[in-house]
């Protein structure tokens, strides 16, 4: 590649996760699958939800948000990996690279914040059951989710104002499968150390402060939970919030390893792993959790199922 800089760069090359044919096209296979069970998982989640009143409540908006979160950055980063897993030219404009990145930040920050507000809502649910329906309004719902959609638009905002002070002048390849912050920062080639403090910052700020308040929802959950003296009474306890706890436990894991650790420990290729889980396989277990250990999106699906089957019944 010719030397350039940031004004004449016009595509970057995504190396994307292998350089062998056949395992690219054991891939495809498998994400597109994942992609088709991501894109079904969630839009009928939030069709259940939608269509069944039994679960307008706020958990379920929150659900209904997540799902579409997990929907959207999945389609922000999947569509495009599939396809340079079948072509040889594994090229992407400049303003494709950059809006990629805007939107993968920006929803992924504000799934964090979404996170946080179910936990709130479980903590709220759980130890302070009697004032629930007036502490998780219509009104305050609908303000923790425009609240999250904001600081995740307020971190993107930062992160491209940032990284679009690059020059880039070496270099277009880009060693992931996908327009992520550190592999774009890796081919600057001017001092990066700033920029790179300032995104630390953010996203640090994003995580930490989403995951203190997750820590805290549950520790007073846990808290009552144990002063509940019926095992009975522990386990439906428990229930209500576990499959939460888990998505969280999965998403903010893969997340910490990617993000919060010192640079000299990184490795490509376990990074990109761990991207392969939050982009591509998170977004399709979400649904799952939430339905498959979940009895009353059971019953709602049944409910709706038998509707239907009423109205073609009488048809």
Same mark, same amino acid.
């Given at each position: 590649?010719?030397?350039?800089?940031?004004?004449?760069?016009?595509?970057?090359?995504?190396?994307?996760?292998?350089?062998?044919?056949?395992?690219?096209?054991?891939?495809?296979?498998?994400?597109?699958?994942?992609?088709?069970?991501?894109?079904?998982?969630?839009?009928?989640?939030?069709?259940?939800?939608?269509?069944? #009143?039994?679960?307008?409540?706020?958990?379920?908006?929150?659900?209904?948000?997540?799902?579409?979160?997990?929907?959207?950055?999945?389609?922000?980063?999947?569509?495009?990996?599939?396809?340079?897993?079948?072509?040889?030219?594994?090229?992407?404009?400049?303003?494709?690279?950059?809006?990629?990145?805007?939107?993968?930040?920006?929803?992924?920050?504000?799934?964090?914040?979404?996170?946080? &507000?179910?936990?709130?809502?479980?903590?709220?649910?759980?130890?302070?059951?009697?004032?629930?329906?007036?502490?998780?309004?219509?009104?305050?719902?609908?303000?923790?989710?425009?609240?999250?959609?904001?600081?995740?638009?307020?971190? &993107?905002?930062?992160?491209?104002?940032?990284?679009?002070?690059?020059?880039?002048?070496?270099?277009?390849?880009?060693?992931?499968?996908?327009?992520?912050?550190?592999?774009?920062?890796?081919? &600057?080639?001017?001092?990066?150390?700033?920029?790179?403090?300032?995104?630390?910052?953010?996203?640090?700020?994003?995580?930490?402060? &989403?995951?203190?308040?997750?820590?805290?929802?549950?520790?007073?959950?846990?808290?009552?939970?144990?002063?509940?003296?019926?095992?009975?009474?522990?386990?439906?306890?428990?229930?209500?919030?576990?499959?939460?706890?888990?998505?969280?436990?999965?998403?903010?894991?893969?997340?910490?390893?990617?993000?919060?650790?010192?640079?000299?420990?990184?490795?490509?290729?376990?990074?990109?792993?761990?991207?392969?889980?939050?982009? #591509?396989?998170?977004?399709?277990?979400?649904?799952?959790?939430?339905?498959?250990?979940?009895?009353?999106?059971?019953?709602?699906?049944?409910?709706?199922?038998?509707?239907?089957?009423?109205?073609?019944?009488?048809?």
């Amino acid at each position: 590649m010719g030397r350039r800089n940031n004004t004449d760069v016009s595509d970057f090359i995504l190396m994307g996760l292998t350089d062998s044919e056949e395992i690219r096209l054991v891939l495809f296979d498998l994400f597109l699958l994942i992609y088709l069970v991501t894109v079904l998982g969630n839009a009928g989640m939030i069709l259940i939800i939608r269509l069944d #009143i039994q679960l307008h409540t706020p958990m379920y908006f929150f659900l209904s948000h997540l799902s579409f979160l997990d929907l959207s950055y999945s389609t922000v980063i999947t569509p495009k990996t599939l396809e340079n897993l079948l072509t040889s030219t594994k090229y992407i404009s400049f303003g494709g690279c950059f809006t990629q990145m805007y939107f993968f930040v920006f929803l992924a920050a504000s799934e964090c914040f979404l996170l946080s &507000s179910m936990a709130y809502d479980r903590y709220v649910a759980i130890c302070n059951p009697l004032q629930y329906p007036v502490i998780m309004s219509t009104t305050r719902c609908h303000s923790l989710v425009t609240a999250s959609y904001v600081i995740g638009f307020s971190d &993107s905002f930062v992160n491209v104002i940032c990284m679009n002070t690059l020059h880039f002048c070496d270099s277009n390849v880009v060693h992931h499968f996908f327009c992520d912050t550190t592999p774009i920062l890796a081919l &600057s080639c001017t001092d990066t150390h700033d920029i790179e403090l300032m995104i630390f910052i953010v996203a640090g700020s994003t995580l930490m402060v &989403s995951l203190i308040t997750i820590s805290v929802s549950y520790t007073a959950i846990l808290s009552t939970i144990l002063k509940i003296s019926s095992t009975s009474g522990k386990r439906k306890a428990f229930s209500t919030c576990a499959s939460h706890l888990l998505g969280v436990t999965i998403f903010y894991g893969t997340m910490i390893f990617t993000y919060l650790k010192p640079s000299e420990s990184s490795s490509l290729g376990k990074d990109q792993i761990a991207s392969v889980f939050y982009t #591509i396989v998170i977004p399709m277990l979400n649904p799952l959790i939430y339905s498959l250990r979940n009895k009353e999106v059971k019953n709602a699906l049944i409910r709706l199922v038998q509707k239907r089957g009423s109205i073609r019944h009488l048809r």
